[in-house]
């Protein structure tokens, strides 16, 4: 039979990653910590500025797994540091990259591979955020970023060509010298989301990830000499399917490589504010 593990959740962080209901969807493996307990087997963290140091607090206090829900750009090398020294697993749960049709965690096909299988021969890609009026756009943009690099791996020549309160626009280049472009968009005109399509030679790839807040699915899709194909449909959040590769990695003993990963994404966002 395998462990479960305790959680406690700050209400930052139950508020931005529905902990309760992603813990309450995995009974098998998670259950809330009792009060006035020591230091849960899990912390949930909210991803503000100051989440490093919030969650290196957590693995000096104990915590074999640590979960950080929406984190902002911030420098992870101390925190990396730390959690191999503990053997601490810190997965970070991502607004948009964490949607499980990007990376999938059983083996079966993904946006992933079907992105950078057609990196070879891309043309072009454009991508378009959107998210609800009084959204921070800086927050946003890291967002929007991690889940271009999620499916793409890296961004070369990236430049910031305009920002404000309703957004911004910034382009790039693939691996293969092939242009980007990239919006972030605030409206209610539109459902929250990121849209990223691939061009490629003889077809392309797109993903359209929606809000973590409820089990919708993304779409993605492929399109090649031989016609269109839709990758599976998956009906799990980006929160669940975080808890649940958390879940994974504490029962194996393993740590992840967010952190690794996701010091990319912090020297990326880096660029932009260099312009």
Known sequence: M????????????????AVALAVASLPATFSPAADGAAAPDVAA?????????????????????????NPVPEDTAQLSAAAEAADTAVVLDLRWASNPALVSQDGGPDAREAFRSALGTAAMLD??????????????????????????GTLDAVSLLQSGTTGYTFSG??????????????????????????????????????????????????????????????????????????????????RPDDLIRFARLT?????????
């Not at 378009?128 to 271009?148: I, M, N």
């Open 127 to 152: 991508s378009v955020a959107t998210a609800a009026p009084g959204t921070d756009p800086q927050r946003l943009l890291g967002e929007h970023l991690a889940a271009l690099l999620e499916v793409t």
């Open 173 to 254: 280049r693939l691996a293969n010298g092939a242009p980007m472009s990239a919006h972030g968009v605030l409206t209610a005109a539109r459902p929250a989301g990121v849209d990223i399509r691939l061009c490629t030679a003889d077809g392309g790839v797109s993903v359209r990830l929606p809000e973590p807040a409820a089990a919708w699915p993304a779409e993605v899709r492929v399109t090649g000499p031989h016609g269109g194909l839709l990758l599976p449909t998956l009906y799990e959040s980006a929160h669940r399917a975080a808890w649940r590769r958390l879940k994974e990695h504490l029962t194996a003993g393993t």
């Open 45 to 69: 963290i909210a991803g503000g500025p100051g989440w490093t140091a919030e969650a290196l607090h957590a693995i000096e206090s104990g915590s074999r797994g640590v979960l950080v829900v």
């Open 2 to 17: 395998s462990a479960t593990y305790s959680v406690a959740a700050t209400p930052a962080a139950e508020e931005a990653g």
């Open 267 to 275: 020297d990326l966002y880096a660029t932009f504010a260099d312009t």
